[in-house]
């Protein structure tokens, strides 16, 4: 999986690169702004990440969708938020913000490339890089005149961990987030679907500062192991992106996977915007195919899937049962994960990094 895959495919119509920057995602919010930059130049992006607990498998979803962004000729950023991972709660304390933010940048590249992505061409941001300066703080100010402390709260509600009542750094940060789109420079910007009241709070309010209203890409939010929403912050519902091989199958094994039931169920939803958009990527004619022999099939026969929906259709009908469809998972994780695990360990300064960015974690 070390071969990078081609950045942009130059036969792609602006329609053609259009399906696949929107292939596999949830909710578009103004695809027409999409449509209109294809047809005259490269579209700009980008995906932000709060760097706290550390990345995890489901990160895979997002970096197949930045593979595709690449392919369709699109100019990609990675912003590393340090800054809102630190109003979010206490996820990030001060003392650790700089360690993991390298570590974050360091953890991403590896993941790219293990699905193929050359990192280099792609630009990584630190929020604090722009965030701290005067005119990125006037114009926080003159949207926070503009936005209530209701919406701000409200737009935050999904994405920001509070307990108890709302803080203030609650309602900033969701505006803080608006504003990253223009100090970045970007035409879109891409997360998930809990990002939703964000995105439209940007909608509401770009035009009112005299900014462009930007298109945003949302993600569905892939369910973890446990069944919930896979989460830095639950070990139970998240593989991360260097566990070993021992450990990568048994967690696997014991992930919740309810036989027949393809809806909520996180190792079906793995094989759907990981596995098969990977394999679309890496093939040479544009076809997914993963093979499994079927719980009606001899060890001579076997089946391969090129669509989700006959991945879907035989786990109803129980051919393609909870143990075959984790074993497709495990297969495919540790190949995913290998590379990373082992870049891990050959870098010493990374592991120093961890250490520092994690100090309460063993590994």
Known sequence: ???????????LTPEAKYDLIVSNLKEVMRGDIIRK????????????????????????????????FLRAG???????????????ADKAPEIVLEYRAQYYERAI???????????????FV????YQLTSRFNMDLMRLGKRVSIHDAIKASSEVVKSSGDPCMADGTYPLMQVLDEEYLDVDAQFGGLDQRKIFALGNDTMHKLGFKVRAHLMNPMVPGLSGGKMSSSDPRSKIDLIDDE?????????????PRMVEGNGILAFIQHVLLPFEVLRSEDG???????????TETESTKFTTFEQVAAAYEADTLTPQLAKSIVQRGLVELIT????GFEADTEWQEIARKAYPDLKK
């Open 1 to 11: 999986m070390s071969d990078s895959l081609p950045t942009t495919t130059s036969d």
């Open 37 to 68: 930059i294809l047809a005259v130049r490269p579209l700009k992006i980008y995906w932000g990440t709060a760097t706290t607990g550390r990345p995890h498998a489901g990160y895979f979803v997002p970096a197949i969708k930045i593979a595709q």
């Open 74 to 88: 699109c100019n990609v950023k990675i912003l590393l938020a340090n800054l809102d991972a630190f109003l979010d």
């Open 109 to 123: 590249r590896a993941l790219l490339r293990s699905v193929g992505v050359d990192p280099t061409n792609l630009e």
């Open 126 to 129: 630190r929020g604090s890089s």
């Open 246 to 258: 021992a450990t990568i199958r048994k967690k696997i094994a014991k992930a919740v996977c309810v």
């Open 287 to 297: 076809i997914p195919r993963i093979e499994v022999v079927l719980r009606d099939q």
């Open 339 to 342: 590379p990373i695990r082992s």
